[in-house]
């Protein structure tokens, strides 16, 4: 056969192949279609949450406050809601921020006051009182006590009898409600605010305790607690400081120590 001959042969044995190949995948029509998963959303809800970072006595505003939608089974008491409180982003301008408050962390109502001009009482939770101490670089932890800080209060006073210089601490662990009138910690966390007065929180009787303490100390000085001691109870004080029952009373106070209080002579406390 000739060379011609075997060539076209070949050429169109393959033809008819690829012809045969092509009218099987015709006949065969499409292959079957893969269904993509379908995910459906979580529902949510608008919470409201801080824009930034606020500190304590900072006030809320339009910028510092804004709805973000949050889960809903992922929901809380205590939680501000588009849905319950539609005006909120208004009504709370101007609120006082008494406990700190992160970027993105949901506001809630325990940790902001009224919108008044009164920042202290505003961040006074019910039941203490605010009493103020002189302090000095020296007897204020070097300037290191920040508003939120807490610290021991620690009296200094010489003995009548012996002259030997007495320190007692008088407070455990109270918290600074205010260095000064500043009441802001510093944005970057990393300065002290130097003030020549220190605002203390206070229960009732410490209240008593830290008023009798100022007329006998020759020195009061404030000593910073570590931060991990925040759950420490903070009603410590001085007992024999206080005047009886809490009726109304006179103490006598001479040369630094109680002499009488409602007419009953108080041992000098070393």
Not at 47 to 57: E, H, T, W
Not at 98 to 113: N, S, Y
């Amino acid at each position: 056969m000739k060379p011609v001959r075997i060539i076209i042969l070949a050429v169109a044995v393959i033809s008819a192949a690829m012809a045969g190949l092509l009218a099987m995948k015709l006949t065969r029509g499409p292959g079957p279609q893969i269904a993509e998963p379908v995910i459906e959303q979580a529902p949510t809800v608008n919470v409201l949450v801080a824009s930034k970072s606020l500190p304590v006595g900072s006030r809320l505003g339009a910028d510092s406050i804004h709805w973000m939608a949050w889960p809903k089974d992922g929901m809380v008491e205590g939680l501000i809601t588009e849905e319950n409180r539609p005006g909120a982003v208004d009504d709370l301008s101007g609120a006082v921020v008494r406990l700190p408050i992160f970027t993105g962390e949901p506001v809630r109502q325990e940790k902001i006051a009224d919108p008044s001009n009164r920042i202290m009482s505003s961040l006074l939770p019910a039941g203490k009182r605010a009493v103020a101490t002189e302090i000095t670089v020296a007897t204020g932890a070097g300037g290191f006590i920040l508003p939120n800080d807490r610290v021991d209060v620690i009296m200094v006073r010489k003995s009548e009898n012996d002259g030997v210089y007495l320190t007692e601490t008088v407070l455990s662990n109270v918290r600074v409600l205010a260095i000064d009138q500043q009441v802001e910690e510093k944005d970057d966390g990393s300065k002290s605010v130097v003030g020549t007065t220190a605002t203390l929180e206070l229960t009732p009787d410490q209240s008593k305790v830290m008023t009798v303490a100022q007329q006998m100390a020759e020195r009061i000085s404030l000593a910073l607690r570590s931060v991990a001691d925040a759950q420490e109870a903070d009603t410590n004080a001085a007992d024999y400081l206080l005047s009886g029952d809490g009726q109304p009373s006179i103490q006598l106070i001479k040369s630094g120590s109680i002499v009488k209080s409602d007419g009953v002579a108080v041992q000098n406390q070393k």
